[in-house]
């Protein structure tokens, strides 16, 4: 592909690394994994209109195609290092590229991320990105491994970007402080990095919510062969949501909306007063939202007590 576009991206996104021996321009990158640390490897497409909506700008579609990358590295316990960019476009078009690359260094920058190759070939805009990230070996935080009696907690609030998907789809009121938060979490959610790692040697199980809540914690009950109920009141949600959405949708963007980005773990009943302080002390919120049980699937208890039926969790909404 035309040499100039990816000297462009090269440009913008130089970040010096001793592991790095050799990055963008050659056939292939050279690496040097530091001994005594395994790598994780994750990779992760972003495809127009399907992914992001189409007039998302191109530093925001930059930031998310790593975000969504970085957020698994997270959930992982992992410390990002690397980046490749398979990138499909419908036109060389530089001041796009440019805005692409500084979207995606914008985040890269905080971690000393290095993009060390990739691909550009024309065609529907579709961004894969591939991330590479170091964790000493037994360290990773797995799905399996939630235990009975383990209490349930999530980083920051949730459907925050379902609803901010929802307000690009209806007429919102641009100039709106709160939609425009909810949008921002849609387009350029924060990978919880530090979150991941001081999870590290005590989170039983982690994951991070990508598909919605139900579907996620689901995810780490059925790798960890138990059950988790949750307690919708406990559910975070921030006032931008609870201001312009009424309860039912809110609760239903909390359980099932996707593309929130936050970590949802479990840790034994004895060290969730340590994960609270720990996480609070790097700025991270934290919320214990229910516990892990026998059995198997997420159930759900409104306020009142009550389990809630599916079609109340919101999953009519989303189709799941
Ligand atoms: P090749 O034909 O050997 O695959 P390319 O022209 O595809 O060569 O790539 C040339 C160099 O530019 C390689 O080092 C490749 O990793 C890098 N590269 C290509 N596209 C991108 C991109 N979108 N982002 C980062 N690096 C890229
Ligand atoms: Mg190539």
Known sequence: MEFSLIE????????AREDVRLGIGDDAALLAVPAGQELAVAIDTLVEGVHFPSATSAADIGWKALAVNLSDLAAMGATPAWALLALSL????????????????????????ALVGGDTTRGTLTLSVAVHGFVPPGLALLRAGAQVGDVVFVTGTLGDAAAGLRLLQQDHRDGDARAAYLIE????PTPRIAAGLALRGYAHACIDISDGLLADLGHICAASQVGAELDVALLPRSSALLDLFDDASSQAFALSGGDDYELCFTVPALRAAQVQADLARLGCGVTRIGRIVEGAGVRVRDATGQWLQPAQRGWDHFGA
């Open 8 to 15: 462009r991206i090269r440009q913008r996104t130089a970040q």
């Open 90 to 113: 419908p036109k060389a078009d530089a001041s796009f590229i440019d805005e692409l690359a500084d979207g995606f260094a914008q985040l890269a920058q905080p971690y000393r991320l």
């Open 185 to 188: 979490r849609l387009n350029r």
